[in-house]
């Protein structure tokens, strides 16, 4: 009977916290190309049609993967480009 709920409790944890965040992306203005690039990167825009499809970052070309309102009120996006 322990045993059952140590292993239910153990599941729901990793079910409702998940095992990274959904948005734990390195920002833009933080990379930095002297080191090993990301693999992907998050950038803010005013527009969702103000952001390009394909962005290039210390000679490496990224692709537009997500893109999400920012709850801000401002209508700003967020988006996500991976390699």
Known sequence: MFKKLVVGALAAGIVLGGTGSAFAYTDASQVDCSKT???????????????????????????????????????????????
């Open 37 to 83: 690039p990301p693999t992907a990167w998050q950038m803010n825009f005013k527009t969702k049609g103000s952001m390009p499809a394909t962005m290039i970052k210390c000679n490496k070309t990224y692709y537009l993967k997500e893109a999400y309102p920012n709850q801000d009120g401002y209508g700003t996006w967020t988006g996500v480009y991976k390699r």
